[in-house]
């Protein structure tokens, strides 16, 4: 499984992002899909995700409501928009493909395949 995330940049606090993660073809068929950032001395966290159907939707509470994340299986791509962007949010985002059980897919450890991760960046 290939990922490729694409996306990220500069932009003010209060504006909006779309990260994007191109995958292999039919990696939605087979695999659960995430989306996790890690910014300078934390932990990478999860964001959002898919799980094994792109209707099954998942969200980190705190950021539910400013994130979407959705799937385009004709392009292979999944998506994180990402709106009223804070300066917190500034971070290495990354998607990842795994095929974790209901209670593992907020785990990290669960997903085996990453991408090489694009970095947003919110000034304040």
């Known amino acids: 499984v290939q990922l490729q995330a694409s996306g990220g940049g500069l932009v003010q606090a209060g504006g909006s992002l779309r990260l994007s993660c191109a995958t292999s073809?039919?990696?939605?068929?087979?695999?659960?899909v995430a989306w996790f950032r890690q910014s300078p001395g934390r932990e990478r966290e999860l964001v959002a995700g898919?799980?094994?159907?792109?209707?099954?939707?998942f969200y980190t509470d705190q950021l539910k409501g400013r994130f979407t994340i959705s799937v385009d299986n004709a392009k292979n791509t999944v998506y994180l928009q990402m709106d009223n962007l804070k300066p917190e949010d500034t971070a290495v985002y990354f998607c990842?493909?795994?095929?974790?059980?209901?209670?593992?897919?907020?785990?990290?450890?669960?997903?085996?395949?990453w991408g090489q991760g694009t970095l947003v960046t919110v000034s304040a």
């Open positions: 990842a493909a795994g095929t974790p059980v209901l209670s593992s897919r907020r785990n990290r450890d669960a997903y085996k395949y």
């Open positions: 073809e039919h990696t939605f068929s087979s695999y659960s």
């Open positions: 898919v799980w094994r159907n792109p209707s099954n939707t």
